[in-house]
């Protein structure tokens, strides 16, 4: 029976609404369980299971209930009632049954086909800045639906969080809540917790950890996925630790030279000293950077955003005859009739009212979620932002994009 008296940091029955339900059956009964582990760390192994009636499979997380001669089964339940309080989130890994033996408990849990994020980096170094962004918003959906919740994930890191599929097109979880903590109000909890790149700051220095404590980890997740490096990393732990608690924080540019500004500004605001100045999961998921990067459509080449204009007065006759002689040239540029020369983007941006940025991540041409939206909403537009174009097969609406540096004239709803 477990203990119903509460443990600091931890949850257990008598805090949370729905208690997790343990087994004590053999396993066995219900599961044909693989010997060999493919996952193992110092207190734990994982195992593919087999669910016997419908065939389905999970991941047996079998975890010893004693630890360096000490009692732990209630951080473990600690961790299953975490899980289970998650179960409805996409980004968290979901539990399915719990078992307990004498000697283990055993979670069996969601199997995420896709593996680790850290086996992404050990191939290739780093991910492409608009997949970091994408992913990372997911991260941070999940470690902000924790954090409602009051529950510090404590361990964010590359090999905590799994993929559903081979990068670029897989969503990701997070996993292993082993040493979360429920963080309340008015008690402080003063742990060395975490992995040693990724620890922050307050940690090391055995001060309160707070929600605070996870953002410090994303911004350092943050710099990894993008770079392939870690910020304060040293030969040593000690020399990591001392990096981090010096904090200073470089974008070398020989790794940083593709790397967005908004990017380096998200990371700057997450790697503070000061965990009440640090961005919450909240507010990062608002930042610029992951809403620029949101936005861009995964065709490739050059995004142009059309900005609806005000109205304009009625035009002159000088102005309509300037107009006809444009419709002329538009029409002309596009059989292919005319020759002339126009300024580039960069120099008619200013006249044109568009805002316009180069894709991060060269993707195959297609429409995104977000344009299909933008069609499908009832929302009202102006005619600039109605305006449909058909060219060289794709169709556009509101966003524009072509692999190629293009000139809109927003007053006809030509492309050149």
């Known amino acids: 029976m477990e203990n119903s008296v509460p443990q600091i940091g931890l949850l257990n029955e008598s805090v949370c609404k729905k208690p997790v339900q343990i087994k004590t059956e053999p396993i066995s009964d219900k599961y044909n369980v693989e010997a060999r582990p493919f996952a193992r760390g110092k207190f734990a192994a994982v195992r593919r299971c087999l669910h016997k009636e419908s065939g389905q499979e999970y991941a047996a997380k079998c975890m010893r209930k004693r630890r ?11 961790e299953a009632h975490v899980l289970e309080l998650s179960a409805k989130h996409p980004h968290i890994v979901r539990l399915h049954e719990v078992y307990e033996t004498p000697s283990e408990i055993i979670l069996v849990l969601e199997l995420v086909p896709g593996g680790e994020l850290q086996r992404v980096l050990d191939d290739e170094d780093c991910v492409p800045e608009r997949d970091a962004a994408r992913l990372l918003r997911q991260i941070l959906s999940g470690v902000s639906f924790l954090h409602e919740h009051n529950i510090a994930h404590l361990d964010l890191k590359p090999q905590n969080l799994l993929l559903t599929k081979p990068l670029p097109d897989c969503d990701i979880k997070l996993c292993d809540f082993g040493i979360s903590r429920l963080i309340t109000k008015g008690i402080e909890i003063r742990e060395i917790v975490g992995t040693p790149d990724y620890v922050a700051p307050e940690v090391l220095h055995y001060e309160p950890i707070s929600l605070a404590t996870d953002m410090w980890s994303i911004g350092i997740l943050t710099y990894v996925l993008l770079s392939g490096h870690s910020p304060f990393g040293g030969d040593t732990k000690q020399e990591t630790f001392c990096n981090i608690t010096r904090g200073t924080l470089e974008f070398p540019s020989d790794i940083f030279e593709d790397i967005s500004n908004s990017a380096k500004d998200f990371i700057r605001r997450l790697l503070v000293r000061d965990p009440s100045e640090r961005l919450s999961a909240k507010e990062c998921l608002a930042h610029p950077w992951l809403n620029e990067t949101n936005s861009c459509s995964p065709v490739t080449g050059i995004e142009l955003t059309l900005v609806p204009t005000p109205e304009k007065k009625a035009p002159s006759e000088s102005d309509v005859g300037l107009s006809n002689s444009l419709d002329d040239q538009l029409k002309s540029r596009i059989s292919g009739q005319s020759k002339n020369h126009y300024s580039p983007v960069s120099e008619r941006r200013s006249s044109l009212n568009i805002g316009f940025r180069k894709s ?12 299909q939206k933008d069609v499908k909403s009832g929302s009202p537009r102006s005619s600039v932002d109605m305006m449909v174009a058909q060219f060289e097969g794709l169709t556009m609406s509101k966003r524009i994009v072509f692999s190629e540096e293009i000139i809109v004239d927003e007053r006809v709803g030509m492309v050149y």
């Open 68 to 78: 360096r001669a000490q009692d732990v089964r209630h951080e473990i339940v600690h």
């Open 360 to 371: 991060l991540s060269p993707k195959p041409n297609g429409s995104t979620a977000s344009d």
